[in-house]
């Protein structure tokens, strides 16, 4: 990562810790995700497979959530950024109505993010 200064130099910076840990936690369980082989929406085993949210993956405390996270294919994933009313009425069918309202209950509040939320993710994997 290349961070310009003040004086227009240009310093060398390295991700931080936590940063590190994040982008590790993104690459386990999107493989753990995707490993899966098969699309929960469509059932298709052909690929490739994307490991979809159903709350915006910037809501860090849900992003590792297996409810808020499903294996889908490229065709079902757009479908669901395309009409987000079918996605949110095919994501109660696979996970269930009562894991949707947890989820729109649980978007809302905000919690800091420390190291430790990213190592329990890395324990639980």
């Known amino acids: 990562m290349i961070k310009r200064t003040g004086f227009r ?17 993104d690459q386990l369980v ?31 405390r849900l992003r590792y959530t ?5 294996c889908l294919c490229m065709g079902c994933h757009a479908d669901g950024h395309a009409d987000p009313a079918w996605f949110r009425a095919q994501w109660a069918r696979i996970k269930g109505e009562d894991v949707v309202a947890w989820l729109m ?4 509040k905000v919690e800091p993010i420390r190291e430790t939320f990213y ?4 324990a639980r994997q």
């Open 9 to 25: 130099r240009l310093l060398f910076t390295h991700p931080s810790k936590k940063k590190r840990l994040k982008l590790k936690c």
């Open 30 to 60: 999107g493989e753990a995700c995707r490993s899966l082989g098969q699309c929960e929406l469509c059932g298709t085993r052909l690929g490739p497979f994307h490991w979809a949210h159903f709350i915006t993956r910037r809501v860090i």
């Open 66 to 70: 297996e409810e808020n996270y499903a």
């Open 105 to 108: 209950v649980q978007r809302n």
């Open 119 to 122: 190592r329990e993710v890395l």
